[in-house]
């Protein structure tokens, strides 16, 4: 097992794949435009979920460009993903619920909940099911992808976008509260190009030697 050690991914993705029940009302930068490995999260330094105020249930997504796999990356073998995050307020008349993620390359899914087309929201894996309501920054428990593009190459991974999404319910005018995201990490395994040889990743947002790889925000 090797160990990738944690970087600095890229920048927001602007227009992620449309999805039928998802408005991609993007996550809002912070100062230096970074989501930090769990381990490392600076929790005043976080991305907010969505600067627009939409009535009724909306979706809430964004997403962040991955850094490059390791230069012996072969294909994907399995990987799970957690996210800290936090309330920003509560709110009697606002839901927040639901925060689930996915890893895309364009319209090919990597990871995710279900091998479905980009525009069917099953394809996003559920990290906290049901509602939230915490102020303060917890940690979402490692969730592994059901779904793990086990034959994508190295090209495909190395272009990934892994984006973070939640449900939002206003059932009144007035209420504001939105979702933020101070850390998301990716870690798993991968076979190794050269040798196909499995190899343990932690990835803050991706891949798999034990690989860690982080995602930047940058402003809608």
């Not at 039928?20 to 230096?32: C, W």
């Not at 991955?66 to 073998?77: A, E, K, Q, Y």
């Not at 890893?103 to 279900?114: C, E, Q």
Request: aromatic content about 6%.
């Amino acid at each position: 097992m090797t160990t990738f050690p944690a970087t600095t991914g890229g920048a927001q993705v602007a227009s992620p794949p449309a999805v039928s029940d998802l408005s991609y009302i993007a996550f809002e930068s912070n100062a230096d435009g970074t989501i930090e490995v769990i381990g490392s999260a600076d929790d005043g330094d976080h991305a907010d979920g969505g600067s627009s105020n939409p009535s009724g249930t909306a979706g809430m997504v964004a997403g962040w460009a991955l850094d490059d796999t390791p230069s012996d990356f072969g294909t994907m073998d399995d990987l799970t993903a957690q996210v800290r995050y936090a309330l920003d307020a509560t709110d009697a008349d606002i839901d927040c619920a639901d925060l689930r993620c996915r890893i895309v390359n364009g319209t090919t899914l990597l990871a995710g909940g279900s091998n479905v087309a980009v525009t069917n929201a099953a394809s996003f894996q559920t990290v906290v099911s049901g509602s939230f309501s915490n102020t303060s920054f917890a940690n979402s428990s490692s969730t592994s992808f059901g779904y793990v593009n086990t034959s994508a190459a190295k090209t495909a991974w190395d272009g990934a976008t892994l984006e973070i999404a939640y449900t939002r319910t206003r059932s009144k005018g007035g209420g504001t509260n939105v979702v933020q995201v101070s850390a998301a990490e990716v870690t798993g395994n991968y076979t190794t190009g050269a040798s196909e040889t499995p190899q343990s990743v932690n990835a803050s947002a991706t891949s798999a030697t034990s690989v860690e790889r982080t995602t930047s925000k940058g402003v809608d």
